[in-house]
């Protein structure tokens, strides 16, 4: 891709916010906007399209949450009930009328903006697995130094790969998925059901959580699932954030609930590695903010699990483009050829 002056609408549709950025041809970003996603999710597009676009754009390029129907151009991101089916190609395209639109999953862009723009200075990723770990698990892939989306836009779809058939239900519809083990959302009920109260946390917060006191390590592993753990989660709540920061300061729940998202996620790119041959694995998303706590584990699962040759290889990395990622994705995908 030359520099040029064609600028592209870049969208990244989360399930808790909406981003959007301008993006050039040589991957200079400028007016970029963020907004939680509101009751009226279309409301919420509606505004960040609007506080960032402009006359003359090239296109525009949209990472959404899935599962998708690319060729459809519809969305139904699991983590936004309220969208199902939803036209949201048509939909931008009502906001930025005659620029042409393309649409990919999120972590497929997170995936394309990292072969795009991750390694400045160095040649792109030949064969790479994204993934994104957030309010929801996505990946997407890149084979033969070329992004891979397949039929309808969900290829590289890892968060929903059956890890533990015998695990928790998971939105997408399936069981054992990897985002019931490796999601935020989904690590945070674990360990509030076992007894975590996060260091420090103000005593109406706890209350709010309903979190109980916490026992050991040991009784938060053997402990079952209580079946109203998904509406534990409330304004106010214990977070992700928390969870890392307390797994961080050695608090065994937390440290577990890393452990168990990182042995899920593990086992899951393992299984992507081994049909696709892959050299390299990038993890981005809020999650990821965690740095070691949750990477660390990540390649001790790996390599504790990785039996043929060619699967010890895998490199494990954070992005290097954190929030970014996924709107260099969708802008690569929307700039001309």
């Known amino acids: 891709m030359t520099a040029s002056g064609r600028v592209v609408l870049a969208l990244d549709i989360g399930g808790t916010k909406f981003a ?6 040589d991957g200079s970003m400028s007016a970029r906007a963020e907004i939680p996603v509101g009751p009226d999710p279309a409301a919420t597009l509606d505004e960040v399209v609007r506080l960032v676009a402009v006359p003359g754009l090239a296109g525009v390029g949209i990472g959404s949450a899935g599962p998708l129907d690319a060729v459809a151009g519809t969305v139904s991101p699991v983590n936004i009930p309220l969208w199902r089916d939803f036209p949201l190609v048509e939909a931008v395209g009502e906001l930025v009328p005659g620029v042409p639109v393309r649409l990919a999953g999120d972590a497929q862009c997170m995936a394309l903006g990292e072969w795009w723009r991750g390694r400045p200075g160095r040649e792109p990723y030949r064969n790479l697995l994204g993934i994104v770990v957030s309010t929801g698990v996505g990946g997407g892939l890149v084979i033969d130094g070329v992004p891979y989306l397949g039929p309808t836009g969900n290829a590289g779809h890892i968060g929903h790969i059956t890890v533990d058939r015998g695990g928790e ?21 674990w360990a509030l059901a076992r007894g975590w109260i996060p260091d420090g946390l103000a005593p109406d917060a706890q209350a709010a959580a309903g979190a109980p006191g916490a026992p050991g390590a040991q009784a938060a592993a053997d402990a079952p ?5 998904r509406d534990t989660l409330v304004a106010g709540a214990p977070d992700a ?6 797994a961080a300061r050695g608090n065994p729940i937390a440290r577990l609930a890393f452990q168990r998202a990182a042995d899920a996620l593990g086992t899951a ?9 892959l050299d390299n694995v990038v993890i981005g998303g809020g999650v990821s903010a965690a740095g070691p706590t949750l990477l660390d ?19 494990v990395a954070p992005t290097t483009l954190a929030r970014d990622a996924g709107l260099y994705g969708a802008a690569a995908l929307a700039l001309p050829p």
């Open 20 to 25: 959007a950025a301008l993006v050039r041809e």
């Open 169 to 189: 239900p998971c939105p997408c519809g399936g069981t054992g998925c990897v985002e019931t083990f490796a999601s935020g959302p989904s690590m945070v009920r």
């Open 241 to 246: 954030r928390l969870l890392a920061r307390d």
């Open 269 to 277: 790119i393992l299984s992507a590695a081994a049909l696709f041959d």
């Open 297 to 315: 584990p990540v390649r001790q699962a790996i390599a504790r699990e990785a039996g043929l040759g060619f699967l010890r290889r895998l490199r």
């Open 225 to 229: 699932d209580p079946a109203d753990a």
